[in-house]
């Protein structure tokens, strides 16, 4: 189907190429109810080292398996492990595309910042009768920095 052709062109590593593309974009949480979501970022860990989380996958030359959440300026001791994104990325394609909100990407935690992600890159596509409109837009808001 023509509707899912942006999810059926990712593999684990082209979805991580355009994370590491995507780095320093700002990006926003869904929010609950009345409560804004949040602005965030992330970067992509560099070169992996002995310690730490370990991928089974292959990996990009200068580039380890980590993303980490940046807020107002600051990276939180928040990361997001490779596997965990595949996970989540597997399934917003078993859904199709269509999943509701951060929950459903079944990955606690890593969701509410994978969901605006997943958005932008067109892995999730959003109806504006079933998502709130946050959501809808939150995998649209842009910023351009220079690095």
């Given at each position: 189907m023509i509707e899912n052709?942006?999810?059926?062109l990712y593999n684990s590593h082209t979805l991580w190429l355009s994370l590491i593309s995507l780095?320093?974009?700002t990006f926003?949480?869904?929010?609950?109810?009345?409560?804004?979501?949040?602005p965030f970022s992330f970067t992509v860990s560099r070169n992996p080292s002995a310690g730490g989380r370990h991928y089974a996958g292959g990996s990009i030359p200068g580039y380890g398996n980590e993303l980490w959440i940046v807020v107002?300026?600051?990276?939180?001791?928040?990361s997001i492990s490779r596997s965990t994104i595949d996970r989540a990325y597997a399934v917003a394609v078993e859904k199709g595309g269509k999943v509701k909100g951060p929950k459903s990407l079944g990955v606690p935690?890593?969701?509410?910042?994978?969901?605006?992600?997943?958005?932008?890159?067109?892995?999730?596509?959003?109806?504006?009768?079933?998502?709130?409109?946050?959501?809808?837009?939150?995998?649209e808001q842009q910023t351009d920095t220079a690095e």
């Open positions: 052709l942006s999810i059926q780095q320093s974009t926003t949480t869904t929010g609950r109810g009345s409560i804004p979501g949040t107002d300026g600051v990276r939180r001791e928040r935690g890593a969701g509410s910042y994978l969901y605006p992600i997943f958005v932008r890159l067109g892995v999730i596509t959003t109806d504006p009768q079933q998502v709130s409109t946050d959501a809808h837009t939150a995998g």
